[in-house]
T-cell receptor, first 111, second 118 residues
């Protein structure tokens, strides 16, 4: 079954607003990561949160992890048009590195 | 930062031909590389895990004779789509795990290769 189900599937906001994306997963994890993908490009690693962490910040990004609910959220504050992209959560079971990706959220930020 | 180069970025080929896609880690050594396939507006599907000097491990449902993977060095893995058919048209993305950061879980991705089979 697919790990990392995300919602919403698509999100459209205005510049300056915050964007929140959620990710749920089914099995135990070692870590959860968020990636960004611009259309037709590769993935860029945004942030990794370990299973023993609850919250992590990186610039305008804030990630939370609730292992009891098997869910994570990615918050982008003060969004910019350049944040327009697809965002994927990915779960890793071990330090081996194999990741399973969610379906992704397509974020559109209107200038 | 760690850079992964993928080549070619776009390739168009005729049905029945074979296509090779290269994935190189430019400034780090990668013991493990992963090959993903992505259909339009969909997520990434892991095809196989490639370990330097050994045979690749394929995910269920992925034909190993169709998608040949070679990881001959710590900086290069190749994916060859053999006897390509239109249904093989897709976006193929590789990723690499740095040898010196293998416990971080972080992967570095190439820019992807878009294959179109006519």
């Amino acid at each position: 079954s697919q790990q990392g189900e995300e919602d919403p599937q698509a999100l459209s906001i205005q510049e300056g607003e915050n964007a929140t994306m959620n990710c749920s997963y089914k099995t135990s994890i070692n870590n959860l990561q968020w990636y960004r993908q611009n259309s037709g490009r590769g993935l860029v690693h945004l942030i990794l949160i370990r299973s023993n962490e609850r919250e992590k910040h990186s610039g305008r990004l804030r990630v939370t992890l609730d292992t009891s609910k098997k869910s994570s959220s990615l918050l982008i504050t003060a969004s910019r048009a350049a944040d327009t992209a697809s965002y994927f959560c990915a779960t890793g079971g071990t330090s081996y590195g194999k990741l399973t990706f969610g379906q992704g959220t397509i974020l559109t930020v209107h200038p | 930062g760690a850079v992964v180069s993928q080549h070619p970025s776009r390739v168009i080929c005729k049905s029945g031909t074979s296509v090779k896609i290269e994935c190189r880690s430019l400034d780090f050594q990668a013991t493990t590389m992963f090959w993903y396939r992505q259909f339009p507006k969909q997520s990434l599907m892991l095809m196989a895990t490639s370990n330097e000097g050994s045979k690749a491990t394929y995910e269920q449902g992925v034909e190993k004779d169709k998608f040949l993977i070679n990881h001959a060095s710590l900086t290069l893995s190749t994916l060859t789509v053999t006897s390509a058919h239109p249904e093989d048209s897709s976006f193929y993305i590789c990723s690499a795990r740095a040898l010196d950061r293998r416990n971080t879980g972080e992967l570095f991705f190439g820019e992807g290769s878009r294959l179109t089979v006519l």
